[in-house]
């Protein structure tokens, strides 16, 4: 995920804990990401503490009549909003008991408003059908945040299960604005290779290369060369959406990584190298410039460069000559 991107998707948790649009934040534009997170901690604490003791006596009385009715007054009377925050208190057996008797459509509602630092530990307790039930709704609803706050929550046994309810655009969509995304190589881990293979398919057929980009960048060295088999398949017309997105975007650096790690593969590279060979020449100027601004970026890209047209690789020595940056590789001799 890109800085800005992640403003973005900050800036949306927090105008939802708010009660307002995100534009009306605009404002905060400047405002670090670390700190709006900081904020919207902050009054999440203060709701839930300015209502602590009428949630108390919601969660005790629960806890004396018949769970049913307690679902159904939870729904009528508390709504979703409250429930969200009141669901703090809750302890895992009834979270799971209420969350099991209660619709999908206002499961979805709650999921929007509650604090995971509080909730978190009990979203492994809630039944797989259930929770499958909500995502089918907030996937539904384009709501990509919230489907990617909850999965660093849910037990790997039950995400494996509830991964297979979900297509590709909504695998890179949600992936693309996870907070933890330490968690996006265990998430990979769990998708069979075919699976994979759909994520790309789709990221073509959708224009979500920049979302596929972001995905193979922030996983492990394992999962990396899975990636990297499903980009040496890739017809050259994706390998050529998959690069224009990356100048779009601004994501070269990035996109880069991802060509290393396929040409650090002995048996693949090529489709990459062609992709880069077809590029614009005003594009292979970015790439020159990602390069010579990215001194351990470029060292790593030796293959990439060696492969580089003429021009570029004027271009890079011209720019990186300083011993600090060290020389290019030499061309390949033609004999």
Not at 299 to 323: D, E, Q, V
């Amino acid at each position: 995920m890109s800085d800005a991107q992640a403003h973005r998707s900050e800036t949306l948790r927090l105008a939802r804990v708010l009660g307002v649009e995100s534009e009306e934040l605009a404002f905060l534009q400047d405002a670090l990401v670390a700190d709006l997170a900081k904020v919207r901690a902050a009054v999440l604490d203060r709701l839930l503490e300015r209502s602590r003791q009428e949630f108390e006596r919601a969660v005790a009385l629960a806890d004396k009549i018949p769970r049913a009715l307690a679902a159904m007054l939870a729904q009528r009377a508390m709504g979703p909003v409250l429930g969200g925050r009141a669901s703090a208190l809750l302890s895992a057996d009834m979270a799971a008991d209420l969350a099991g008797r209660l619709p999908a459509e206002f499961l979805a509602d709650v999921a929007t408003h509650v604090d995971l630092r509080h909730v978190g530990p009990l979203i492994g307790g809630i039944p797989t059908d259930t929770m499958g039930g909500a995502g089918r709704v907030l996937r539904e609803r384009g709501e990509w945040i919230v489907l990617s706050a909850f999965v660093g929550d849910v037990p790997a046994a039950k995400l494996e299960v509830l991964l297979d309810l979900f297509d590709g655009e909504a695998l890179l969509r949600a992936g693309f604005v996870i907070e933890d995304l330490a968690r996006l190589d265990s998430v990979v881990a769990l998708l069979p290779d075919h699976r994979l293979d759909e994520l790309f398919v789709t990221a073509q057929e959708q224009a979500l290369w920049r979302e596929a980009i972001s995905l193979a960048t922030h996983i492990g060295p394992e999962q990396a060369q899975r990636i990297v088999a499903v980009i040496d398949r890739l017809p050259d017309a994706s390998v050529d959406a998959l690069l224009v997105a990356a100048d779009e975007h601004d994501l070269w650096e990035q996109a880069i990584t991802v060509a290393c790690l396929v040409l650090d593969d002995p048996d693949g590279g090529s489709a990459i190298i062609g992709g880069f060979a077809r590029l614009e020449r005003a594009q292979q100027e970015r790439v020159g410039d990602v390069l010579n601004a990215d001194g351990a970026l470029r060292s790593r890209a030796g293959t990439l460069i060696a492969a580089a047209p003429p021009h570029l690789r004027t271009r890079l020595r011209s720019r990186g000559s300083s011993a600090a940056q060290g020389r290019l590789p030499a061309p390949p001799v033609k004999r």
